[in-house]
Each structure stands twice: as C-alpha cells, then as structure tokens.
C-alpha cells in the first residue's frame, strides 16, 4: 500500500482526537490524525510525524498524520491501512475476498472464499519488541471476538487478525493491564477454535505492506 505525498513535520500537540498540531517547514499547521485511539506513546511533543497531502482540497485540514517515529522505530499509525493491507495480501491468496460482512450483530472485516470470517485489528502499541492490543478499552473488539467464537460454533473458519503497523517486533499479546475484557475473549476465542494471528509490516513513511507472523502469546 502506497501513499502519496508525504512530508515529515514536527509533533506540537493534540487538541483532540481527531486534530494535530505540527510545524511543517517554518509554518504551525494543523492536521488530521487518521487514527482516533491514545496514541499518547508516539505522539509526543518534538516527536518526528509524516504527513500525507490530503485528496479533497475542500478539506479543513491539507495534510494527514499517518506515522511517527518513537525513538528510531517507524510506526504507520494510520487506522485504514490494517484492512487495506490485510485485503492486498489476502488477494493474492484467496479466490473471494468479501470486505464489510454482516454476522450477528456486528459487520465483520472480511470474509473469505465464502466460509473463513477474518476481524482485522491494527497495532502501534509496542515496548521493547513486543507488541500488544488494544491501547484503550474496546468493548466493540470485545464483541468481535465472542462473534467469531459463535461463526467458529457454527462451522465457519474464524480469524482475529492483528496487523502490526511496524517492523522487526519480537511477539504480540493482548493488553490486559488496559482490557482484561478484551485479553479474557481473546483468550476464550482461541479455545474455541478462532485462529489467532498476528503479521508485521514494511514500513516506510510512505508505504506500508504485510511482512510476516509473530508469535501470538496468549
């Protein structure tokens, strides 16, 4: 998955969730932040961010924050790009590749060949290596997961897929100090028969494409 124009610019400060601010070259700008969770780890003041120009020059903001650098690790922290890059590499292995599924009461990522429902999540949260999901509470994951352990019940193939927005990781886990919800259904999903799995990217500050699986420690 490649971006187009992107230009590095200097972290400020959040107002919200939504908007950045940055200085760009000698101007502050403000800017859209393409993902909505804390993020509090990489988007520290003095911090180095990318930004992408955006396509509607009706837009309030020009530009969109898609990574950050935290200490010498580049991290694609843009939340679209998880399902963008999990459908590019899921084509080149299955024949039908369904996004936006209807099951249960939620609509699921993907659906594969007709019988394998895949829920993708992205991951930009990482120490030392290791990995882990999510940074905030999440209880529509949470709901996610118990959909796939009843599509499992049901005789689907089932998969929670978390794409990890970086490179060279060591291992992914839930993030139970912050979910323990979300840590106990994962866990319950992958005794039930939900495939867990975990891949991490190539990242460039204009590029983001699947690499390959870490180990998932439940």
């Given at each position: ?24 070259g000698e101007q ?50 843009d939340a679209q ?81 978390f794409v990890i ?54």
């Open positions: 998955m490649d971006y187009g124009c992107v230009v590095p610019a200097r972290f400020l400060a959040r107002p919200n969730r939504f908007i950045a601010r940055v200085q760009l502050t700008v403000e800017c859209h932040v393409k993902n909505t969770g804390r993020c509090r780890e990489l988007l520290v003041p003095g911090a180095t961010v990318y930004l992408e120009r955006g396509a509607n020059p009706n837009r309030r903001t020009a530009w969109d924050l898609i990574a950050a650098d935290k200490g010498g690790k580049l991290i694609n922290m790009a998880p399902n963008r890059v999990f459908a590019q590499w899921a084509r080149e292995r299955w024949a039908d590749v369904r996004p936006e599924v209807r099951y249960g009461r939620s609509r699921l990522d993907f659906c594969l060949d007709g019988h394998h429902l895949v829920e993708v999540k992205g991951v930009t949260l990482e120490q030392d290596g290791r990995c882990r999901f999510p940074d905030a509470p999440t209880e529509r994951g949470t709901r996610h997961l118990h959909e796939l352990i009843r599509a499992v019940e049901e005789g689907y193939q089932a998969t929670a897929f927005q970086m490179e060279n990781v060591l291992d992914f886990t839930p993030n139970d100090d912050t979910d323990p919800a979300f840590g106990q259904a994962l866990r319950q999903a992958a005794r039930a028969g939900v495939e867990i799995a975990a891949w991490c990217c190539r990242v460039t500050p204009g590029s983001i494409e699947m690499d390959r699986p870490v180990p998932v420690l439940l």
